[in-house]
T-cell receptor
Framework: KQEVTQIPAALSVPEGENLVLNCSFT??????LQWFRQDPGKGLTSLLLIQSSQREQTSGRLNASLDKSSGRSTLYIAASQPGDSATYLC????????????FGRGTSLIVHP | SAVISQKPSRDICQRGTSLTIQCQVDSQVTMMFWYRQQPGQSLTLIAT?????????ESGFVIDKFPISRPNLTFSTLTVSNMSPEDSSIYLC???????????FGPGTRLTVL
């Protein structure tokens, strides 16, 4: 059974810092890996989707990498802003089966001015 | 990308009553899921909504408490039955798109049970 771990659980940084959020998973047989953002009391917004054959994806100030062999993904946030404050979750669907995604518990990020 | 709407966006209900949440997607999708997120917690998968057949429930969730319908590829409902304060949560509808298998979420339904 896939297990997904996110480190750190919480992060508080001043504006402008470059950040790295980590996601690790136990079963490397994956379809893809997806990063989400969740604002308090809201649904999840998809940030980046990395297919199993890819090593990274970029969108604006966000860059996500995937290393299947080591079971790791990182989300890099450049030049953080207060508007980046949210919880960031990674999700890994099961491969070769039901495609049910397993979520990490998230990293709660606060960027203060 | 898929655009998902949920109704209602929030509700306050009395103990012992039931609430049906609707989820509508603007395009055909391969899979639809219902999640619960209790205060301060991560997501918990309730069930996979199957078109034209009974939903597939995760451990700890049963059809009598959370009946689910999915009459077609773009619509599903989740009912929270005989509610208690412990059911107070955000309920989220989620879909997996046909292309790229990307997952999308609705805005959620915030339920408070008194």
């Amino acid at each position: 059974k896939q297990e997904v771990t996110q480190i750190p659980a919480a992060l508080s940084v001043p504006e402008g810092e470059n950040l790295v959020l980590n996601c690790s998973f136990t079963d490397s047989a994956i379809y893809n890996l997806q990063w989400f953002r969740q604002d308090p009391g809201k649904g999840l917004t998809s940030l980046l989707l990395i297919q199993s054959s890819q090593r990274e994806q970029t969108s604006g100030r966000l860059n996500a990498s995937l290393d299947k062999s080591s079971g790791r993904s990182t989300l890099y946030i450049a030049a953080s802003q207060p508007g980046d404050s949210a919880t960031y979750l990674c999700a890994v669907p099961e491969a070769g089966g039901s495609y049910i995604p397993t979520f990490g518990r998230g990293t709660s990020l606060i960027v203060h001015p | 990308s898929a655009v998902i709407s949920q109704k209602p966006s929030r509700d306050i209900c009395q103990r012992g009553t039931s609430l049906t949440i609707q989820c509508q997607v603007d395009s055909q999708v391969t899979m639809m899921f219902w999640y619960r997120q209790q205060p301060g917690q991560s997501l918990t998968l309730i069930a996979t909504a199957n078109q034209g057949s009974e939903a597939t429930y995760e451990s700890g969730f049963v059809i009598d408490k959370f009946p689910i319908s999915r009459p077609n590829l773009t619509f599903s409902t989740l009912t929270v039955s005989n509610m208690s304060p412990e059911d107070s949560s955000i309920y989220l509808c989620s879909v997996v798109g046909i292309r790229l298998n990307e997952q999308f979420f609705g805005p959620g339904t915030r339920l408070t049970v008194l």
